[in-house]
């Protein structure tokens, strides 16, 4: 049997064998391990602000999902039709909690007539369900949007990354053409376009969503990808220079192992956040389009779409309803405000880099 | 000016003009696609005039010479005569309409920089106390209004309600209409410059050279603004030049809800009328302007901060 020889380089492969059962039970654990995901979260779980925009946005999406289901009116719904054949106008701009006088004579024969909440509007909807149903738009206008920027930018930006080159030299000067283009512009320009075309066929699937809607999609899935794709781009190209990664690479792992272990887990967090922050800015987007008449077409009401009608209640003589426009008003500001906040609290929980 | 200055300044340029000839080539394809055209109004018009109305403005052409007769007007900045507007060149309705937005835009851009830049400064030097925590929450909870909100509620409160100011539309009245929508306006700038001045002044103050400057004992005004804005104001500047060209170019909301005859409310209303040149003249001339201070606000950062490299 060969000697060790103590000037030898030659690696001792034990030294390198998986611990035995017996050697972890020996190992000293002061508090149990933890995982980036689990500090992360203990991190968000203690700071206030976040926490109370969490909370908030969770009860509302409680609020208009579910209650819309079980809620006696719906938000397409005239209300006087329930007692009399023709219109009455003596069911719109009703005050919070106040009935019409056909209600009023239900409630004196017994029957139970579910209150308006916030009144009613000037078609006859009752107010409550039209703003729960207006911020389950916004909502999912910010969500898909934000999706379809996760998809298209993040895919594109991992290719780039990649794939190197050429392929990346020309898709960058594309993504800086588009980065440089007036925003606002091309969404007046498609979003009036996409008007014009879907009133020419009014029964098509996508003209009952609005042209609004489709526009704020379109332009988020042509011109917004590219702040995205910048961003995987930067993460791909950082973490593939990081000693771990080659360090996968010298003991053999594949391409799809690299990607699966190391890239997602450690790109996701800045990846995922920045796009919960497109969610606010699509809500943004939406509410601005449907202000100049070019959102979701009636009746689907959104908060934009909503407040825009509610300002002319405003000036009705005698009798303002600042209210009206206050409400839907108000639900955007707190919705942005809270998901702004919570994007800031998931970047201070989630983001390595920002880590003191 | 060495070589690498010299190259970013070309490829810049360059990426300039692409984006303009994207911006008239998106322009006017999307505008194809759509159904309807200039003549489409309330009344109907008997074929032959529609056909006389095409010849007389070239739009019985093929489409390809169209579009090259199209970005030619767009590079010499001549776009004819509107076609709602009769006899009136789009230049000049231009001209008339820019000064409103122009004016608003200015002045609210920089009251946005001066006010942004003394609340920033302040609560930074002043972090955590009062009045640093009252102009956070204050500028996040603006971030959040949308425009329309803010302009709502400005008219109702000061011009309908405390009668402080004239609801009459800008151009008459003296200054009075101006001052609602120059607020309207310059909220959200000033809120964003604020939180910008305010992260990066914070950074500015944590550097040596501030603690070297203390120790040899300057005073603490001058060590703030000799040492500490030159650094703290580089965000600042990435910031203000599409700001500013945005902001010239009017906002369609405030030019809405103030009833401003400005350039937004044309751009808007001239693509509801299909009135193709002034939809052209408008997208050039907000794109052109949006490039121009993007280019040159990026200049100025590269100028003020030169550890930035140039690729």
């Known amino acids: 049997m060969a000697r060790h020889n103590p000037l030898s380089f030659q690696i001792n492969v034990e030294k390198f064998s998986f611990a035995s059962e017996e050697e972890k039970r020996g190992t000293n654990l002061m508090r149990p391990n933890s995982t980036f995901f689990v500090d992360g979260l203990k991190r968000f779980v203690k700071n206030p602000v976040a926490?109370?925009?969490?909370?908030?946005?969770?009860?509302l999406l409680i609020l208009v999902f579910i209650v819309p289901l079980f809620y006696p009116y719906s938000f397409d719904e005239v209300i006087c039709y329930r007692y009399v054949s023709r219109p009455d106008a003596s069911f719109n701009y009703l005050q919070p909690f106040a009935y019409a006088p056909l209600e009023l004579e239900a409630r004196e024969a017994g029957a139970f007539v579910f209150p308006h909440i916030f009144g009613?509007?000037?078609?006859g909807h009752d107010y409550f369900i039209r703003v729960l149903v207006g911020a389950r738009t916004s909502l999912i206008v910010g969500f898909f949007a934000a999706i379809i920027v996760l998809i298209i930018g993040g895919t594109i930006g991992a290719l780039c990354g990649f794939l190197g080159g050429k392929f990346d030299l020309i898709v960058m000067r594309i993504v800086d053409v588009i980065y440089s283009l007036p925003d606002i512009l091309i969404i007046i320009l498609l979003s009036s376009s996409l008007a014009a075309v879907f009133d020419a066929n009014a029964d098509g699937p996508l003209s009952q969503l609005g042209s609004g809607f489709v526009a704020i999609f379109v332009v988020f899935a042509l011109l917004y990808w590219v702040g995205m794709c910048r961003l995987v781009r930067g993460q791909v190209l950082n973490l593939r220079k990081q000693e771990y990664v080659m360090a996968a690479k010298a003991i053999g792992a594949s391409t799809g192992r690299i990607i699966a272990r190391h890239l997602i887990p450690n790109s996701m967090s800045v990846i995922i956040i920045s796009a919960a922050l497109q969610i606010p800015s699509a809500?943004?987007?939406?509410?601005?389009l449907s202000y100049l008449g070019l959102g979701v077409k009636y009746p689907t009401p959104s908060l934009g779409s909503i407040a825009s009608?509610?300002?002319?209640?405003?000036?009705?003589a005698g009798d303002p309803k600042l209210f009206m426009f206050l409400i839907p008003a108000i639900t955007i500001c707190l919705i942005v405000l809270s998901l702004n906040l919570l994007g800031d609290g998931l970047r201070d929980a989630f983001d390595p880099k920002l880590q003191k | 000016m060495n070589k690498k200055l010299a190259f970013y300044l070309l490829k810049r340029l360059l990426l300039g003009v692409v984006t303009y000839l994207v911006v008239i080539s998106v322009t006017f394809w999307v505008m194809q696609f759509v159904p309807g055209g200039p003549w489409t109004k309330e009344r109907a018009m008997s074929d032959a005039v529609i056909q006389a109305l095409n010849e007389r403005y070239g739009l019985d052409q093929p489409l390809f010479i169209q579009y090259l007769r199209y970005l030619g007007r767009g590079l010499i900045f001549d776009f004819g005569v509107s076609y709602k507007?009769?006899?009136?060149?789009?230049t000049?309705?231009?001209?008339?309409?820019?000064q409103f937005s122009l004016t608003i835009g200015a002045i609210a851009a920089i009251l946005a920089l001066v006010v942004g830049l003394v609340l920033g400064t302040y609560a930074a030097t002043h972090q955590n106390k009062f009045f640093d925590r009252a102009i956070m929450v204050l500028t996040t909870a603006s971030v959040a209004m949308p425009s329309f909100v803010i302009s709502l509620i400005l008219l109702y409160v000061f011009a309908v309600n405390l009668s402080l100011v004239p609801t009459s539309p800008v151009g008459v009245d003296g200054i009075g209409p101006y001052i609602l929508p120059v607020i309207a306006e310059s909220l959200y700038p000033t809120a964003y410059i604020t939180r910008l001045v305010r992260s990066s002044t914070l950074d500015t103050l944590g550097q040596d050279y501030m603690r070297t400057a203390k120790a040899k004992g300057l005073a603490p005004r001058r060590i703030l603004i000799k040492h500490g804005m030159r650094n703290s104001l580089t965000p600042v500047i990435t910031y203000f030049g599409p700001m500013f060209a945005s902001i010239i170019t009017g906002s369609l909301v405030v030019e809405k809800v103030f009833q401003i005859p400005g350039i937004g409310r044309y751009f808007f209303l001239s693509i509801q009328n299909r009135d193709y040149p002034l939809i052209m003249g408008t997208t050039c001339l907000l794109a052109l302007l949006l490039i121009v201070f993007t280019l040159l606000s990026d200049i100025a950062y590269k100028i003020v901060n030169p550890r930035v490299d140039f690729d």
Request: hydrophobic fraction near 50%; include cysteine.
């Open chain 1, 51 to 59: 926490m109370v925009s969490f909370s908030f946005i969770f009860l």
């Open chain 1, 309 to 316: 009608d509610a300002q002319s209640y405003i000036t009705i």
């Open chain 2, 85 to 90: 507007y009769k006899g009136r060149e789009v």
């Open chain 1, 283 to 288: 809500i943004f987007t939406e509410s601005f």
């Open chain 1, 120 to 123: 009613t509007d000037a078609n």
């Open chain 2, 92 to 98: 000049s309705i231009i001209f008339d309409c820019f």
